[in-house]
């Protein structure tokens, strides 16, 4: 089934560390060797060997309406045909740029770079500097990318500091990020006991790097409340969640207004980019304004602002269109539940908008310690499993899946068919 995949992969390594450029890629958590993909279509995706796969990763997120959609394939194709970059300013920033202003009130003013680690690392500059503090509070199990201030492990013993999570980050700057619990409230307040010199607090609102685990309204309410208290800013990372969640990502669903968001995947369409924005007196810190300094090369890029402003007025076309996705997703995790009940295996859903998780867990997940204790053995063999039928799910059990408008009623039937043999196969 993958003795091309195998032969590619092997030759990747010799030449790529691990043979991949991300690390999940590798699929050592699940096991196997990773299919390498030579073409998408729609919702499917195709393998160099052949083989055919309903795709629920959908690149990790930016392909709201699938793989090679004409509209966005055109406006990439004219777009580049003028040149693929300028490293000047073009009208399509502006474009893009004014539609997520109109869509999100609680940003004034956005700007664009390449990739949503940049997004973070420029937004939590951008806190520091606004505020003048130095410490910032993250949560276990919340992914903002690689920079070294947001790579950090809970501190030994009561401490609330994290140390370094990976060698070459200095453990003098990760001394300047607080850890907290996922929708733990007081270990937040523990946090500001701790520190008078909190800039911000960065939260996925809808957490997807620990698997789907979305925050409670109560628990958000309280970081608002808290971060006015202490004069800190609160962050909402919608790299993932936003635009899929709702047309307005978490904001949509939650009342609770954060100063700063981050945000990427569906705003370039499946090209690389990320944002940061927030109210006029933040962003206007940032040079050439102020003097909170931040810049790339390709921040802006025409061909990806091109992509994403295709893909963000076609779901502003179809005001319906998060419907059709939610009940889609919300079949599909029902059925994944009554094929691991059919056969007496713990297991544990939940949906927002397009984003749907799992887990082979007998207790609702609300952290990253109860994600942890889930069955990732189990996780792995159910992933091997689908994918010997051709169905091509996150290769984590920590990861996140996708539904795009390209996925067919009966392509979800198709799926929780496999679900209900693969669940028999893996319960012994």
């Known amino acids: 089934m993958f003795e091309k995949s195998i032969i590619a992969f092997d030759e990747a390594k010799a030449y790529i560390p691990g043979g991949v450029d991300s690390p999940v890629r590798a699929f050592n958590s699940v096991g196997g060797v990773p299919p390498f993909i ?27 309406f699938g793989h090679c959609d004409s509209d966005i394939e055109e406006a990439v194709i004219s777009t580049a045909k003028k040149g693929l970059s300028f490293g000047a300013p073009t009208l399509l920033e502006t474009k893009l740029a004014k539609e997520i202003v109109n869509l999100f009130d609680t940003i004034d003013e956005v700007r664009f770079v390449s990739s949503g680690t940049e997004a973070v690392m420029s937004a939590l500059r951008l806190a520091r500097g606004y505020t003048g503090k130095d410490d910032i509070v993250k949560f276990a199990g919340c992914y903002h990318g690689h920079s070294d201030s947001l790579l950090v492990q809970a501190g030994s013993g009561a401490a609330t500091f994290g140390n370094p999570s990976s060698p070459g980050v200095p453990a003098d700057l990760t001394k300047h990020t607080l850890l907290a619990t996922y929708n733990d409230l007081e270990s937040v307040q523990k946090c500001f006991e701790d520190s008078d010199n909190i800039a911000c607090v960065i939260i996925e609102p809808i957490a997807g790097n620990m698997g789907l685990v979305p925050a409670s309204e109560k628990f958000l309410e309280g970081l608002r409340e808290l971060c006015d208290e202490h004069n800190a800013l609160l962050i909402f990372d919608e790299v993932m969640s936003g635009f ?18 981050t945000l990427g995947k569906v705003i370039g369409g499946g090209m690389p980019v990320g944002a940061f924005g927030g109210r006029d007196e933040i962003m ?43 009940a889609k997703a919300k079949r599909l995790m029902q059925g994944f539940q009554a094929a691991a009940d059919a056969e007496e295996i713990p297991f544990v859903t939940d949906v927002r908008g397009s984003m749907f998780g799992f887990f082979f867990s007998s207790k609702e997940v609300k952290n990253f310690a109860d994600a942890q204790n889930s069955n990732t053995q189990m996780f792995a063999k159910f992933h091997q499993g689908m994918l010997a039928k051709g169905i091509y799910l996150a290769c984590s059990a920590y990861e996140t899946g996708f539904i795009s408008a390209a996925h067919t009623d009966d392509m979800i039937e198709q799926t929780i068919l496999a679900a209900y043999e693969v669940m028999r196969d893996i319960r012994d």
């Open 38 to 64: 030579e073409r998408g279509e729609g919702a499917y995706l195709f393998d160099i060997d052949g083989n055919k796969y309903i795709d629920y990763v959908q690149s990790w997120g930016p392909l709201i």
């Open 244 to 261: 899929r969640a709702s047309l307005r990502g978490a904001q949509g669903i939650s009342k609770v207004k954060p100063d700063l968001v």
């Open 284 to 326: 206007q810190e940032l040079s050439p304004n102020g003097p909170v300094y931040q810049a790339g090369t390709l921040s802006g890029n025409p061909v990806a602002m091109a992509a994403g402003l295709a893909s963000l007025q076609k779901l502003k076309a179809n005001p319906t269109i998060y419907v059709d996705l939610g």
